[in-house]
């Protein structure tokens, strides 16, 4: 009996507990709810419709809407621009936020200042500096072109051709992204324990080289699970440089994309059709990322 009173206050406890946690959370449930939840369901809802901006009404098309993807020429283009940028920006911005990160770190003094220097794409208004992107890929005046010119390589017309507007496009994602990867990197580099060094260099492992197989790379691997997941988020993202710089063009060489979703919903006002291909391109992150996951999630040592 005594027992059964005395559990009796701490499952009054743990119910008041529960209680404060629930009101705690209720803010962030009510905003995930109106601005995630509820969008996402309207989305896919209107997937289904033939709704279009400007009409009063609209009719259930079931899926006339994903029927139509399957021959539409420039989704496909878009999806296969949106792929290639994606495998282009992706490896080689975290091979070189890595790399950077690494440098850093080992950089005794003013590591303050190379943090900013790099981070300073992250923070940079993309819009603004595609003005400054745009002169730097001048196929005339441009220093790209001068500089391959100065060593005798006829430079592209990097913007206005076909065959080469999605690489330039991929140089300006990788500018921009390898800043925000460098400090996640060097997030996980500094909470690696200096103590493990310590014992590596004693086991035999005296070159940097062996110290970061054996030690660094097993130990950032969840940080790189984390930034290889992020990465291809923000480039399967891609928006701004195409809408500022190409508008999708030459030729729909450079449409990707959320691009084509905005052209379909804000241009030509087929709000149905673009919440299809939104359905389309989040069903794709999904797979993405259950993919990765499953893949490299078996390979990372968590500390």
Partial sequence: MASIVSEMPIAAADR?????????????????????????FAVVLLGFTDFELGYGGFRFVGLENYAELIGDRTFRRSLWNTAVYTAIVTPISIVLALAIALLIEAETRAKAFFRTVYFLPVASLLVAMAT?????????????????AGLGIPGPNWLGASGTVLYGLSIIGIWQS??????????????????LYAAAEVD????????????????LAPTTLFVTTISIINSVKVFETVKTLTEGGPNKASEVLLFTIYQEGFVYLRVGYASAMTVVFLAILVVLMFLQYRVLDRKVHYA
């Fill in 16 to 40: 008041r507990e529960a209680r404060i946690a629930w009101l705690l959370a209720a803010p962030a449930i009510v905003l995930l709810f109106l601005f995630i939840l509820l969008p996402t």
């Fill in 132 to 148: 400054v992107w745009q002169f730097l890929f001048h196929p005339s005046i441009g220093p790209i072109n001068t500089f391959l």
């Fill in 178 to 195: 390898v800043g925000f990867n460098m400090v996640l990197f060097l997030a996980g580099l500094t909470a690696i324990p200096r103590e």
């Fill in 204 to 219: 035999g492992a005296k070159s940097r080289l062996d110290r970061f197989r054996l030690v660094t790379w097993p130990m």
